[in-house]
């Protein structure tokens, strides 16, 4: 059979394997959930016990109560051997991930979970800290994270061995279902297949150029006299995404900017993407209004949609045709025209690092109080040492966005904290080198990629991530390291509230001339006497 992508939902009856996830969650009393490969529900997860909706997973955004939560995504899509084992982010729960595959070809995963494993709870204070950083009742999450069953590694293993077993012939099944859909298939019309083939976009699935060309031929040609409007539309910050996150990411980009513009269009237009980040549509029989409030949809979906570590968004330009004056080709020129301004205006609008920024506070890799109160500080103190007031001004910039390279890091790392293995602390620390980059694609930002690739450098060159030492590391990373940390330290915020300023100052002393430039941190304490 040759290997191609299908809908789970297309090969199996739904309503049947429900039942079977249900009746397997309650005898291996564990929630099970099965999800494409984009985190999406196939079915409505089977819970065997579960967290009242409005105390967890709507303050995490997710619409929809159920056993898992947002980052489930990152098990639903994982390529790796199954079963893919993770803690989760709002319980301390342990998940695991298991792949259903057809002929190697990933089409769902079958989510296990709600269970506590024997000796690797949270501590109550830990649960607690879960519950302060979610915002709810800490009393009422503790009685709630009781209910879950604590099962041994043994138990859990042998109950992941069966339903790994289960996927598997699942997976048999979905074969030979597959086998007989397309035995079928073959009986219709081999014509009308592959001309809707040649005319469909491969990654996106609307329709594609030679599509919409013969589209506006047809209407040119046509003697009737109907109303066509014509727009043109850009994906942006397309390149950016591919160079800084990779191909995939991208390819995402557009799939799901084609998912919207497919959502809000109306069955007889021609809705197409005609190569790299270009979108077209023709539209018969509509007014301007129409098309413009088409776009203004489309932008606004665009615009509330957060998966991605870029703003989903597009540049659109639209025109009537005037059949008097001008070709259609003419006129979607005057739409590609506007839309190339529009694009422009939209690049000027936007600030991708600080939307990064927003999705690192949103994971808590970084912590709002902890960057505001750095950034005035640093600018302030670089002040005082004597930089003029562009020189400060990059310091500030480097310091808000010394750790924007975390973005590159999967999501499961924000719970493991302190108990990360040495392989992912080397990948926490290449960080840098991500930041560093992302920072020389930017216009202003590349100003700041020396001081952003040295921010975690130690006077005593015993750090990452080149061991620069003394002066070799730039005097603003200096300034940066030691006000960081002393933000760290002394910043309230979500994950900490008992602090200290003096406890502060009193560690920067003991680690000047190891960590720290000790000049710098001899200026940096006489400024804080000044001015706190």
Same mark, same amino acid.
């Given at each position: 059979?040759?290997?191609?992508?299908?809908?789970?939902?297309?090969?199996?009856?739904?309503?049947?394997?429900?039942?079977?996830?249900?009746?397997?969650?309650?005898?291996? +009393?564990?929630?099970?959930?099965?999800? =494409?490969? &984009? %985190?999406?529900? #196939?079915?409505?997860? /089977?819970?065997?016990?579960?967290? $009242?909706?409005?105390?967890?997973?709507?303050? +995490?955004?997710?619409?929809?109560?159920? =056993?898992? &939560? %947002?980052?489930? #995504?990152?098990?639903? /899509?994982?390529?790796?051997?199954? $079963?893919?084992?993770?803690?989760?982010?709002?319980?301390?729960?342990?998940?695991?991930?298991?792949?259903?595959?057809?002929?190697?070809?990933?089409?769902?995963?079958?989510?296990?979970?709600?269970?506590?494993?024997?000796?690797?709870?949270?501590?109550?204070?830990?649960?607690?800290?879960?519950?302060?950083?979610?915002?709810?009742?800490?009393?009422?999450?503790?009685?709630?994270?009781?209910?879950?069953?604590?099962?041994?590694?043994?138990?859990?293993?042998?109950?992941?061995?069966?339903?790994?077993?289960?996927?598997?012939?699942?997976?048999?099944?979905?074969y030979n279902n597959l086998h007989q859909k397309q035995q079928i298939g073959r009986l219709e019309s081999n014509e009308t297949v592959l001309q809707t083939l040649a005319e469909k976009d491969s990654l996106t699935g609307l329709w594609n150029r030679r599509k919409f060309a013969a589209a506006m031929e047809m209407c040119e040609k046509a003697e009737e006299d109907v109303r066509i409007v014509l727009i043109s539309g850009d994906a942006n910050n397309l390149k950016l995404m591919n160079d800084i996150f990779g191909h995939v990411a991208g390819d995402q980009m557009l799939r799901y900017i084609a998912e919207k513009l497919e959502a809000q269009s109306r069955e007889e237009w021609v809705v197409a993407r005609c190569g790299g980040d270009e979108f077209h549509v023709l539209m018969r029989d509509v007014s301007m209004k129409v098309a413009m409030d088409f776009c203004d949809r489309v932008t606004n979906n665009c615009k509330n949609d957060k998966r991605l570590n870029f703003p989903q968004s597009i540049a659109f330009g639209a025109a009537e045709w005037d059949r008097g004056s001008e070709t259609l080709q003419e006129c979607f020129q005057r739409a590609d025209r506007q839309m190339y301004e529009n694009k422009k205006k939209m690049k000027q609008q936007t600030n991708l690092l600080d939307y990064i920024v927003e999705k690192l506070y949103d994971r808590c890799y970084l912590y709002r109080e902890n960057i505001k109160a750095e950034m005035d500080l640093v600018y302030r103190f670089?002040?005082?040492?004597?930089?003029?007031?562009?020189?400060?001004?990059?310091?500030?910039?480097?310091?808000?966005?010394?750790?924007?390279?975390?973005?590159?890091?999967?999501?499961?790392?924000?719970?493991?904290?302190?108990?990360?293995?040495?392989?992912?602390?080397?990948?926490?620390?290449?960080?840098?080198?991500?930041?560093?980059?992302?920072?020389?694609?930017?216009?202003?930002?590349?100003?700041?990629?020396?001081?952003?690739?040295?921010?975690?450098?130690?006077?005593?060159?015993?750090?990452?991530?080149?061991?620069?030492?003394?002066?070799?590391?730039?005097?603003?990373?200096?300034?940066?390291?030691?006000?960081?940390?002393?933000?760290?330290?002394?910043?309230?915020?979500?994950?900490?509230?008992?602090?200290?300023s003096e406890a502060a100052i009193e560690k920067l002393q003991r680690n000047a001339g190891t960590m720290f430039d000790p000049d710098m941190v001899e200026s940096f304490v006489a400024f804080l006497d000044k001015t706190l």
């Amino acid at each position: 059979m040759e290997k191609q992508v299908c809908r789970f939902e297309d090969i199996f009856e739904i309503d049947s394997l429900q039942k079977l996830m249900d009746a397997l969650s309650q005898a291996f +009393e564990v929630g099970i959930g099965v999800r =494409a490969p &984009s %985190g999406e529900r #196939i079915t409505r997860d /089977s819970c065997y016990c579960r967290f $009242p909706a409005n105390m967890i997973w709507q303050k +995490e955004g997710e619409k929809q109560a159920g =056993a898992f &939560s %947002g980052p489930d #995504i990152i098990a639903a /899509s994982y390529q790796g051997k199954s $079963p893919y084992i993770r803690r989760s982010r709002s319980g301390g729960l342990i998940d695991a991930g298991i792949k259903i595959e057809i002929e190697g070809v990933h089409i769902a995963t079958m989510l296990v979970g709600q269970i506590r494993l024997r000796g690797e709870q949270p501590t109550e204070e830990e649960y607690r800290e879960l519950a302060r950083s979610l915002e709810v009742d800490e009393e009422e999450y503790l009685r709630r994270v009781s209910r879950f069953p604590v099962k041994t590694k043994e138990k859990f293993g042998h109950i992941l061995e069966a339903l790994t077993l289960i996927a598997d012939q699942l997976s048999v099944l979905g074969y030979n279902n597959l086998h007989q859909k397309q035995q079928i298939g073959r009986l219709e019309s081999n014509e009308t297949v592959l001309q809707t083939l040649a005319e469909k976009d491969s990654l996106t699935g609307l329709w594609n150029r030679r599509k919409f060309a013969a589209a506006m031929e047809m209407c040119e040609k046509a003697e009737e006299d109907v109303r066509i409007v014509l727009i043109s539309g850009d994906a942006n910050n397309l390149k950016l995404m591919n160079d800084i996150f990779g191909h995939v990411a991208g390819d995402q980009m557009l799939r799901y900017i084609a998912e919207k513009l497919e959502a809000q269009s109306r069955e007889e237009w021609v809705v197409a993407r005609c190569g790299g980040d270009e979108f077209h549509v023709l539209m018969r029989d509509v007014s301007m209004k129409v098309a413009m409030d088409f776009c203004d949809r489309v932008t606004n979906n665009c615009k509330n949609d957060k998966r991605l570590n870029f703003p989903q968004s597009i540049a659109f330009g639209a025109a009537e045709w005037d059949r008097g004056s001008e070709t259609l080709q003419e006129c979607f020129q005057r739409a590609d025209r506007q839309m190339y301004e529009n694009k422009k205006k939209m690049k000027q609008q936007t600030n991708l690092l600080d939307y990064i920024v927003e999705k690192l506070y949103d994971r808590c890799y970084l912590y709002r109080e902890n960057i505001k109160a750095e950034m005035d500080l640093v600018y302030r103190f670089a002040r005082e040492q004597g930089f003029d007031e562009d020189r400060a001004l990059l310091v500030r910039m480097a310091a808000k966005y010394q750790d924007i390279g975390l973005i590159m890091l999967p999501e499961n790392f924000v719970m493991r904290g302190r108990s990360r293995t040495p392989e992912e602390y080397e990948e926490v620390k290449k960080h840098v080198f991500h930041g560093y980059n992302m920072a020389l694609q930017f216009q202003n930002a590349h100003r700041i990629a020396e001081f952003i690739l040295a921010a975690h450098e130690n006077w005593d060159g015993n750090s990452y991530p080149k061991g620069l030492k003394g002066e070799e590391i730039p005097v603003e990373s200096r300034m940066i390291r030691i006000v960081n940390n002393y933000c760290n330290w002394a910043i309230p915020n979500a994950k900490k509230a008992d602090v200290s300023s003096e406890a502060a100052i009193e560690k920067l002393q003991r680690n000047a001339g190891t960590m720290f430039d000790p000049d710098m941190v001899e200026s940096f304490v006489a400024f804080l006497d000044k001015t706190l």
